[in-house]
């Protein structure tokens, strides 16, 4: 009986370690995948359309005289830009690696730095991108340092990620063109993109080792500058994944901070450990890196509450604290909800537990069993007095919760205990554009009949006034039953978006690289779509 009690705690504390290493890792890995539609820029180029003017397709097929002779006639269109996606002729050029193009259109005074902006094929918005952006993502080097001789600004953040130019040469793995950025070109390296991370946390992230030693050993780099959301530094990032020569890279120029604490407390050498990566955490305590003092002294109650019931009820009726934070900020009840332990659930209630707690990030128990979409943990917890209204630290309520992941009978309960239907995220929209974001046409319904407006609209990314039928056709997974429902449901089919470059139509919007394409648009146009 022993060795079976023994067992079974070791893999409820095994447990209990991979629920803080999954917290841990969401949240490092979040600032990489906050919007679906972000996915097309880490794969390709952010602009999807080079321009289809006369001069557009003069410079990407090198036709030299054409130029010329367009542009002798048409002195004032060297920057003339593409309707759809802003591009100018020289940024084609830059894109193609056309040198002898780039160095005609700038002679005849084309701008360095032209700030393009746009839609493109993905629904993705973009700004500020310039020549010298375009050609850095492209890998074309001598044209890089062209355009910075005449003049190109390196520093300038295009967004939405805000990357410089050195960002993207870097995300892009093209080594020669980091080493030519800042080696040659005086690059700054530690310019943070809109979510505070610098290249050097870009290049640990795609481990990127070769670049990694060109961007730590340049002149003023800081490789201990941690990026805003969850205060993770480099060396956070690559002792939680076990990489070794990032580690070894970062503490070669003696700048990274061995000991640097994320939001929730945990030091590189603490994720190391816990993760247990033996040749990181040996190599991080060889060189003086130590663990916090909150969490070895955190411990005991931890293992408590990875124990199971009895050793939780025996901390609890010893006097620990009920409420006492066990992982990024969040509650023995957090935890038990999250795993599902229902006696130990209804204990930690009955002994006090406050059902409305907010950890590091603002999530509530309830916003737990939301994401689960346990009817029973939900009834639990609202019997208890859990604030069904509950938002967390990106907006986000309990039935935003169960909108996305497409529980409806946990949406259904929400609602019928007064679940706010209009609450807005601060990167999104209400429940229902989480619904029609997902794909989720049965919890879209349920929504619809409670009486939510099926034109409802909101900012989505740096977009206004985007209704939840748009957002539904520009969605790369977009699904014809849900675009159904909104057009039975009265939705407007001719509701635009405004860009830069015009309005664009449902018609427009929809991807036609979706399996479902040809069933969408039929949808659309029989209800009046044009």
């Not at 996915?39 to 180029?45: F, G």
């Not at 609890?316 to 229902?342: C, D, E, F, P, Q």
């Not at 601060?426 to 099926?454: C, M, Q, R, W």
Request: glycine fraction near 8%; aromatic fraction near 6%.
């Amino acid at each position: 009986m022993a060795a079976e009690r023994a067992q079974q705690e070791a893999r409820l504390r095994q447990s209990f370690i991979d629920f803080v290493a999954g917290s841990i890792a969401e949240r490092l890995e979040a600032n990489l995948d906050v919007v679906g539609a972000l996915r097309s820029y880490r794969e390709k180029s952010i602009i999807t359309n080079l321009g289809t003017l006369p001069l557009h397709d003069f410079a990407r097929n090198q036709q030299m005289k054409n130029i010329k002779k367009y542009l002798s006639a048409h002195k004032n269109e060297v920057d003339c830009t593409d309707p759809d996606s802003g591009v100018t002729p020289l940024m084609t050029a830059c894109s193609y690696g056309h040198l002898k193009v780039v160095k005609l259109l700038l002679g005849r005074g084309a701008n360095v730095n032209f700030k393009c902006s746009g839609l493109n094929g993905h629904g993705l918005k973009y700004s500020n991108v310039t020549p010298v952006y375009i050609a850095a993502e492209e890998g074309h080097e001598e044209i890089v340092r062209y355009l910075v001789e005449n003049g190109a600004d390196l520093n300038v953040k295009c967004s939405p990620l805000g990357f410089t130019p050195l960002h993207r040469a870097v995300h892009c793995r093209h080594d020669d063109m980091v080493f030519t950025l800042v080696d040659d070109l005086d690059a700054t390296v530690n310019i943070p993109n809109s979510d505070g991370q610098d290249p050097i946390l870009t290049a640990v992230k795609c481990r990127a080792h070769e670049i990694l030693d060109t961007l730590v050993a340049a002149k003023g780099a800081d490789s201990s500058i941690p990026e805003t959301t969850e205060k993770v530094t480099p060396l956070h990032y690559a002792a939680y994944y076990g990489d070794l020569k990032s580690v070894e890279a970062l503490h070669a120029i003696g700048k990274a901070n061995l000991n640097a604490e994320l939001v929730g407390g945990f030091t590189p050498l603490d994720l190391a450990i816990q993760q247990k990566h033996k040749k990181v955490s040996d190599f991080l305590r060889n060189v003086g890196a130590q663990r916090n003092v909150r969490n070895s002294q955190w411990q005991p109650y931890v293992d408590c509450v990875a124990g199971g019931l009895l050793p939780l009820k025996a901390a609890i009726n010893k006097g620990v604290n009920v409420n006492a934070t066990v992982v990024r900020g969040g509650t023995a009840l957090h935890y038990n909800v999250s795993k599902l332990n229902w006696e130990a659930c209804k204990f930690l209630l009955r002994k006090g537990a406050n059902v409305n707690h907010q950890d590091h990030f603002g999530d509530t128990p309830l916003h737990k069993a939301a994401n689960i979409g346990r009817t029973d943990y939900l009834k639990l917890l609202l019997d208890n007095g859990a604030d069904v209204k509950a938002v967390n630290g990106a907006g986000s309520t309990p039935l935003h919760a169960t909108a996305k992941k497409g529980h409806y009978s946990a949406a259904k309960i929400l609602i019928d205990n007064g679940a706010d239907l209009e609450a807005v995220e601060h990167e999104g929209g209400s429940p229902i554009f989480s619904a029609a974001v997902k794909g989720h046409s049965n919890v879209l319904k349920l929504l619809l009949s409670h009486g939510v407006d099926p034109n409802s609209k909101a900012r989505i990314d740096t977009i206004d006034n985007v209704s939840v039928l748009v957002i539904s056709c520009m969605h790369s997974g977009h699904k014809p039953d849900v675009i159904k429902a909104l057009v039975n449901a009265g939705a407007d089919v001719n509701a635009r978006i405004k860009t830069e470059q015009g309005e664009l139509s449902t018609l427009h919007l929809l991807p036609v690289e979706n399996d479902k394409y040809d069933e969408s648009l039929k949808i659309l146009i029989e209800a009046g779509a044009f």
